[in-house]
């Protein structure tokens, strides 16, 4: 494992976060933390999703350049834009960077599908299957493709694990989203397969955990750009104790150290990051 120093404690690995198209979103904030702990980043994006979004996509171009001057010396970036609804993306997405940037150290699969849903009466078999597809089975496919890299072949109990794996859940364990069925469903999925993942890959030095990020505002939390009843969003801020909703660098900086080898022991679990959140269902 390459030589770290405190000040950039991931030089010499490199990341690959998924769903980095939007300078407001979780992604965005997890690249641009690991970027200044010295990571290189490995790059996906799907800026159509977000395009179709009432908060909008930004140009793909200038988020990647941004994060680009976020690099130490001696990192690199490379992106692969892809629809992880595609059975194929995920295979393709870890070889083509991986090819370019070298052996990949950590996956934090951020992305997830947006709207498109509806309570149980309204769902229908696309909805599932869209949730389906994006939000648990690409996070699955990328996470084997991930693992069976040949980097891993060579550790051994007694060894620091060289890898980590993060996954995004949401707050479906903790109470109800009635409007949310096949995005709870899809996500309540990746909770309940993590322990096993997480169990199969410790012995290949993989570290795998979840972070619930809770209520992010990451655009439709905001009145001009919602795609729920602003009545609503009054409640949700109401809920935080704080008075304020949560921020994408919040769990963004839970993410960063659950990569970082300060994280190294803690395995198959998944963290809160709710700033006290209190549900009022």
Not at 135 to 159: C, E, H, I, V
Not at 235 to 249: I, K, N, T
Request: with cysteine; glycine share 10%.
């Amino acid at each position: 494992m390459p030589t770290v120093s405190s000040e950039h404690p991931l030089h010499g690995r490199t990341a690959l976060v998924t769903g980095v198209s939007r300078r407001r979103g979780i992604a965005f904030a997890v690249a641009s933390r690991l970027a200044r702990m010295g990571a290189s980043l490995a790059l996906t994006s799907h800026a159509a999703h977000d395009a179709a979004q009432p908060w909008g996509a930004d140009d793909p171009a200038a988020v990647t350049a941004e994060l680009r001057e976020q690099l130490v010396p001696g990192a690199r970036l490379a992106e692969v834009p892809a629809d992880l609804a595609d059975p194929d993306a995920p295979d393709r997405v870890v070889a083509a960077l991986a090819a370019e940037l070298g052996h990949l150290d950590a996956l934090v699969c951020v992305h997830a599908r947006s709207g498109g849903d509806a309570a149980l009466p309204q769902q229908t078999p696309e909805m599932l299957d869209g949730h389906w597809q994006v939000n648990a089975r690409s996070t699955l496919l990328l996470t084997k493709a991930f693992a069976a890299q040949p980097g891993f072949d060579g550790w051994r109990p007694g060894q620091q694990p060289p890898g980590r794996v993060v996954w995004l859940s949401s707050g479906q364990h903790l109470g109800p989203m009635r409007d949310e069925v096949a995005y709870v469903a899809s996500k309540g999925a990746l909770l309940g397969a993590l322990r096993t993942v997480a169990d199969h890959l410790i012995e290949r030095g993989i570290v795998v955990n979840a972070v619930n990020p809770g209520p992010v505002n990451t655009g439709y939390l905001d009145v001009a750009t919602t795609d729920r009843d602003p009545a609503v969003l009054e409640q949700v801020l109401a809920a935080f104790p704080g008075g304020r909703f949560g921020e994408p660098d919040d769990p963004a900086r839970l993410i960063a150290w659950l990569v970082s080898d300060d994280g190294r022991w803690v395995v198959g679990q998944v963290i809160d990051s709710e700033g006290g959140f209190r549900r009022w269902a």
